[in-house]
């Protein structure tokens, strides 16, 4: 069994997957903070956000529900998640008021989900979070930096793997 030196052992903390994540995690954390504080967000889940009730699990379904509202297939397949796990997520923001499920007006037998006017609020408030969370990593980070690291992310998410 071979033996790793320290200096070899760096590299699981500093690959680029790992910084990704990790950034990633940072960003959605700003976020999630921007908008426990936003008074715009209703207070009871203003409430759930500043004790850390929300989560980026959470964030799929801003990121990823339509406005004009999606199968539970399609939301989950967009968020990269099961249909169970999309489920839960939609069980629970249904029960904070941020979406309801509607019937599929191209299909009796589905159901739709679809934002309420409190979870517009809370996509509104995502948005606004966003800006202020962007704007906060170009200013650590520098506009030019930024703007390497959009371009970089964009062509990789968007190219094919190898």
């Known amino acids: ?8 052992e760096g590299w699981r903390l500093t690959h680029l997957g790992r910084l990704m994540g990790d950034a990633l995690r940072r960003f959605d954390a700003r976020v999630l903070q921007l908008m426990a504080h936003d008074v715009e967000v209703p ?50 923001c249904i029960a904070w008021g941020l979406v309801t499920r509607t019937v ?15 979870g517009l609020a809370w996509l509104q408030a995502f948005r606004s979070a966003v800006a202020q969370a962007e704007a906060e990593f170009r200013a650590e980070v520098g506009d030019e930096v930024a703007a390497v690291v959009a371009i970089g992310l964009e062509a990789y998410a968007g190219g094919a793997p190898p």
């Open 1 to 8: 069994m071979p033996v790793f030196s320290a200096p070899e």
């Open 43 to 92: 207070l009871a889940l203003s409430n759930l956000a500043a004790r850390d009730q929300v989560s980026a699990a959470h964030v799929h379904i801003t990121r990823h529900l339509s406005l004009a509202g999606d199968r539970l297939t399609d939301l989950a397949q967009r968020a990269g998640m099961t249909k169970q796990a999309m489920a839960a997520l939609v069980d629970q």
């Open 104 to 118: 599929d007006p191209y299909d009796a037998r589905a159901r739709r989900v679809c934002f309420t006017p409190t």
